[in-house]
């Protein structure tokens, strides 16, 4: 089949993903250690700031969300958010990345706005946009490819992204110590604001959003919010989703403290581009395994791949790291899938729910969605960081085997646990193409006017 959205609009339309993945690996994995080590803060504070910052977007994400489902402009409905949050991002990013001489309370406090601006403008951005997305094509197999590509971007994006740090520091030059740590966080920033603003440009420039959805104009509530949470297929969805992630974002988090601390390499970005590059070049087998078994199984395979190879990083110690590179290596195969079908998934989801509502909802929805993905980021650092500083950890120093133990239980063990889990919740998701053909023909049916029956419930 002839594919609907051009190739130009795809690559425009994938573009900011692949410049946005610096409020990513950066701010994730690096700005915690750099504050925490350089800059000064607590690390158990940083902690509990992370979590207090992912509380609020609970509330901002999907009210963005769902402002732009009834924003009305000659742009369309997502495009003037996308144009709006630029400037403030790559400001709030330059001056979190560049923080002054401060105290531990000013370097904590410094850390903790920098980082909400940081968000709330990220947030103002990307939820209008994975909602663009989502409403570019209602195929079932041609929003897997588009909304692939896009993800695919984000994985290259990261890769760039875990890797500029690195690169920066041999282009001009830089030594160790903290004075050099500043210049090259500095410099990351400096770099990625003009990337940011013509990839974002570009997307508002060149996709054409689609008319004529069906959307309320009310202003959005709790209530409105929660009727999306009555969308079984969604909840099943949202839910495994946010265990998952909670199980692969602790990983993330503290892959710089278990590869420094228990494998006794400073190199973590090595580590990091071989998980997100073998994640990126085995991204287009994993959806071509989609459009042939399903979304739901390929999904599944790929999460479980991923938790018991990854397992196996638990006994590991120092001196492994030919060892460890083989198994991050091994876990990275399913990860471009585990990011680029759950999204396609989530497209699906929002037909269904025009056909319970009558209502296109994609920025209520996916505003949910990006508060699971938030809070499980920050659950994860919020359990991680206070237990590291109840059981000893020493920035800069040998750590106690107290400290060593608790980080491979909680980069190994404990994310393992909770993608199972994930995956056991997921097994009920039941929308695959056959049930999805049928939803869009019974919102057509609706459109029309006419009778239609639900086709995921029970005659």
Known sequence: MAASIPWGQRLAYAAPAFALAVVGIPLYVYLPKFYTDVVGADIALVGFVLLAIRLFDAVS???IGALSDRTQSPLGRRRPWIALGVPPLVIALYLLFAPPALSPDG?????GVGLFVVFLAWTAITVPYESLGAELTQD?????????LRDGALILGTILAAASPAIIQGVLGLGDGPDAERAKFRAVALSYAPLVVLACLACVWLVKE???HRSSTAIPSLRTLGARLKNRP???LLASYTIAAIGSNLPATLIPYYVDYVIGDPNVEQY????FLTGVVLLPFWVRLAKRVGKKPAWLAAAALNSLTFAGVFFLGPGDSQAYAILVIASGLGFGA??????????????YEELRSGERKEGEIIGLWAVSKKLAAAFGVFLAFPILGA???VPNAAQPEAVVLTLKILYALVPSLFNLLGLWVAWHYPIDKAAHEKILEAVRARRAGERYADPLEAP
Request: proline share 5%.
């Open 272 to 275: 990091l581009l071989l998980y």
């Open 391 to 393: 059981v000893g950890y």
């Open 234 to 236: 969604f909840r099943i």
């Open 107 to 111: 370097a904590l406090l410094w850390f």
């Open 210 to 212: 689609r008319h004529g």
């Open 140 to 148: 079932y197999d041609e929003r897997t490819a588009i909304l692939s």
């Open 61 to 63: 994400d999907p009210v």
């Open 338 to 351: 585990t990011l680029a079908l759950p999204s396609a998934m989530q497209a699906d989801v929002i037909d």
